[in-house]
Every structure is written in structure tokens, then in C-alpha cells.
């Protein structure tokens, strides 16, 4: 839905994660990552049992790693988790649970889970241990795994530029996974480094449309 | 390993591009190939979202919005395009992408890969490793032919965890270009001053030599 009231604050739009849920967390390591947000959940909100979505847990005490040292990460879903040793630590601790997906694989179940979509079948994973446990189904004599899409309670997105509607555009490679999971959480609130009168994105630039976004906050 | 060999690979990797291809590199030994493709203009694509790749930048050339999938500052060349990740890795499957240049532990006589994982060792990191090998139109594995501690990278069987399977096309080392022609690992070509004995000493896994074979440089 569009953005009725411009940007709040980001403590209160934080506010509507609860323990236990899902949280998509956009960006490629810390580019993208929508870092106000994240330091908001990580000093204001008491929600933990998180399951976080994200392509990394973030770095050591920086981005979501801050939010992995307060153990409030209970289940991370990412394509690498390497690229934060304490997140490796917390996983090999038992304090974490790890589901590492190929990237591509990463990103098209977000895709789906936005579009309404149940699954699809990949080649990518087949025949190795990432595909344990999943479905596999020949396709035109070729293995395929059936992935399920990657749904959210919540995402948390980062874009350059957003209008007073919520039009969102994002800048160079800090696109990455946000405008995927913008469109894959009941919720989706994002963080823009300005706010711009509607009109002044040009339209057919826009990059996610207004109707993916809930709340808008300015980046600190 | 020393520079000297890392860069001789390259450069013998570098002359299996052909102009205008569409080109991953991945990290390591494929971050070389650029510096090393003299005449030869291809288009780099990082997986991260950029078609386009330009050289590392210059202190005053820095953007915070622009790295590779290594996560290292780059540069973006006139006519480069920006897209997100769920197209990017639809450009990898879809077969868009025309040839991924990357490292491996281990390279089997089937042309399984394996380039992620070491057993026994966490295995919590794969990133586009499986979608890049699998969707790339070529794969080029670059790598030495021996491990650090001596054993041959290319086997009959992986040992370690897989990539995947029958992914390999060309595998060049510092001593020679292995290729991978109806399902058979074929020797090529002899890089420098290796000998056959030489290759045969380095590789774990029964092979076909075909010398005629040389590409023109």
C-alpha cells in the first residue's frame, strides 16, 4: 500500500516486528543494507527468535552482525555466511541454525514468494548436498531441484531515493536484493536516503512502485 | 605458489576469451584475466547486479554503491547496466552469460567441480558458486595443478564437497589445458616447459592426449 503519512521514525516502524518472526534484510554485504533500520531494531526493539533472510549476516559488529552479537538471531537463511566469522561461530556454537541456499537460488525464491509463485525447479544445487532433502524431478534429462518460495513477516529495504507515495530507486550495485523483498513480506518498510515530492522520480525509472511499501524512514 | 604462476594461468585463461563475450570472473587466480586480455574486449558481469565491470578505482574514484560480488570497490564502464539479483542470476541459468572463469579445489575426469567447501570444514558459505557453474555457457576452471600440499587437484572422483556435477569445459593449469570433449578429459596442450611426464606426475585421473589439438593463440 502506499505511504499515507510520510516517513516515521525508524524506532516506530520497527516497532511491528515481534518475536519470533521473519525479517528479510536487503543488501550485498553492507551495501544496500538499510543500516538505520537495523541499528533501530538493534537498540529499541526486544524481538528475538528472529529468523533472519539476507544474503550475509551482516559483518562483525557492524550491520546485522550487531543484531547477531545480542543472540537475537535464532535462524539466519543466506547464501553466505562466511563473510561474518562470528556468524560461522554462532552457527558452529549451536546458538544459530544456518539454511544456506545458492544465491541464485536465494534470490529467485524471494522473487516467487513476491509474485505468487509455489516453487520452481532449478538445476543449480542438483546432485549436491545443498539439494539433500529437497525434491528432485528430471527436466528434459536434466536434474532439477524444487525450491519453495521465501516469504517474510517483515522486510527491511534500503533505496537511494524514495517519493512521497513510496516509489522506490535504487543506486548502482546497492540494488541487489531489495527490490526483491520488498515485494515478499506482509510488511515492508523502507529506509531512503531522501525523500522526494511524487512526480520528481521519473516514472518509468521507478524501480519498485509504491504498492510494495508500508512505511518509509529517512536514512540517519 | 608463486605471482609468476598465478599470472601464467591467467593469461593462458585470458586467451580463451573471445571478443565481446560476456564474462564472470571469480575470485582469485580469474581476478588476473583482465589485466591480461590485451586487444580482446570483452563485458564483465558481477553477479551482484553489474554488467559492465570497469577497472578497480582510483582514490577519488570511489562509490560505496559500486562493488563486485568479492566485495571490492570497482568501476563501472560507459554503457554499463545495473539490474537486481534475482535478474542477474536469471542471466547466469538462462545461459546469458557466455563463459564463468573461476577457481576449484578439485576438478574430476567428468568435469564435476568442486570449489566451495572443504570437508570437514564449515560449509556455510556457497554464493553464485552452484548458479555460475551450472549456468555459464563455458566454464573455465583455472587453478594449479597440485594442492599446497602436493596432491592433484584433478581426480577421477571428487572427494570434496561438489559444485557440480559435469560443469567443466576447459581446466588450465601452470603446466597444461585440459579439456572436457564427450565426457572424456583430454589433454591439449602443454604450457611453458611442462612435460607429458610432468602432467602425468600432477594429475590423479586417467586422461587422452590430443597435442594436434592446439588453439591458436
Known sequence: ?220 | MTVDVRTAIAARAAQELRPGEIVNLGIGIPNLVPGLLGDTDVFLHTENGLLGVGPRPGEDELDPDLIDAAKQPVTALVGAAYFDSAQSFAMIRGGHVDVAVLGALQVSLSGDIANWAVPGKDVLGVGGAMDLVVGARRVIVTMTATSSTGEPKLVSECTYPLTARGAADVVVTELSVFRLRDEALVLTELLGDATLEQVRAATGAPFDVDLEDRRAA
Open chain 1, 1 to 220: 500500500m502506499a505511504i499515507a503519512n510520510g516517513p516515521i521514525e525508524p524506532e516506530e516502524a520497527v516497532s511491528v516486528i515481534r518475536s519470533g518472526d521473519t525479517v528479510m534484510v536487503g543488501g550485498f554485504g553492507l551495501v544496500g543494507a538499510p543500516l538505520t533500520l537495523i541499528d533501530a531494531l538493534v537498540d529499541s526493539s526486544d524481538a528475538d527468535e528472529l529468523t533472519i533472510v539476507s544474503n550475509n549476516i551482516g559483518e562483525p559488529g557492524r550491520g546485522l552482525g550487531k543484531l547477531l552479537r545480542q543472540g537475537r538471531i535464532a535462524r539466519g537463511i543466506s547464501s553466505f555466511f562466511t563473510s561474518n566469522p562470528e556468524a560461522v561461530a554462532a552457527v558452529n556454537g549451536g546458538e544459530m541454525e544456518a539454511t544456506l541456499v545458492p544465491q541464485g537460488t536465494f534470490a529467485e525464491a524471494i522473487r516467487a514468494a513476491g509474485a505468487g509463485i509455489g516453487g520452481f525447479l532449478t538445476p543449480v544445487g542438483a546432485g549436491t548436498v545443498l539439494a539433500e532433502g529437497k525434491e528432485e524431478h528430471v527436466v528434459d534429462g536434466v536434474p532439477h531441484v524444487l525450491e519453495r518460495p521465501i516469504h517474510a513477516d517483515v522486510a527491511l529495504v534500503h533505496a537511494a531515493r524514495g517519493d512521497e507515495l513510496g516509489n522506490l530507486w535504487y543506486r548502482r550495485t546497492a540494488r541487489n536484493f531489495n527490490p526483491l523483498m520488498a515485494t515478499a513480506a506482509r510488511v515492508t518498510i523502507a529506509e531512503v536516503g531522501e525523500v522526494v515530492a511524487a512526480g520528481v522520480l521519473e516514472a518509468e525509472s521507478i524501480h519498485t512502485p509504491h504498492l510494495y511499501v508500508d512505511e518509509l524512514v529517512l536514512s540517519r
